[in-house]
């Protein structure tokens, strides 16, 4: 097992907790080994609280790839989300960088039942994304699917490995080092 030295948090204020006296946690944290940290752009962030809807949009560049991060609170509009999504994929084909890979909680169960899923399917397609992680895990201990990986890049690997500190499973992908 690689020493946990060498991964630091990127962002220290990316997550944002709830106003009210009953404190719910949600938000995005990202870690990124300290040797990649010199090669790591910030290409595009959107958040938006407007009462119950909330949603975080990071994307970063690293070796000439696109990855971003995606949180969607249960009553946030999936409509809203994919116009800034949208943005955040243009901002990344107008820099020439057209292997994006797009993870996250987006709060919309994976079923080809669930008229959002399809939505977010179709979306994702249209802009040749193509979910890489295992349909056949779950990502929540409530035995879910809603923290989903899509990419660009077919061949890339997803992740979901446990966690101690939340009912949502982490989600990591493997990048190449490619300049």
């Known amino acids: 097992m690689e020493n946990q030295d060498n ?7 990316v997550r944002t907790d709830c ?10 944290v990202i870690y990124v080994k300290n040797y ?14 407007l009462g119950t809807n909330h949603f975080t949009i990071v994307a970063l560049t690293i070796f000439n790839q696109t990855v971003m991060m995606v949180y969607k609170s249960p009553k946030t509009a999936w409509n809203l ?9 243009t901002v990344s084909l107008q820099n020439q960088i057209y292997d994006i890979s797009i993870m996250g909680d987006f709060n919309i169960k994976y079923q080809v039942t669930d008229p959002d899923f399809n939505s977010l399917k179709n979306f994702m397609e249209s802009n040749n994304c193509f979910m890489i992680v295992d349909s056949t895990k779950v990502s929540t ?21 446990e966690s101690v500190t939340s009912d949502h499973k982490p989600i990591w992908i493997e990048l190449e080092q490619k300049e």
């Open 7 to 13: 991964i630091i948090v990127l962002f220290h204020n």
């Open 19 to 28: 106003r009210s006296t009953k404190r719910k946690a949600f938000g995005t």
């Open 36 to 49: 990649l940290l010199p090669h790591v752009k910030i290409l595009f962030q959107n958040e938006s609280i």
């Open 81 to 89: 989300v994919k116009q800034q999504l949208q943005q955040a994929i």
């Open 141 to 161: 201990d409530h035995n879910s699917l809603i923290d989903l990986c899509f990419s660009t890049n077919q061949l890339r690997n997803a992740h979901i490995f």
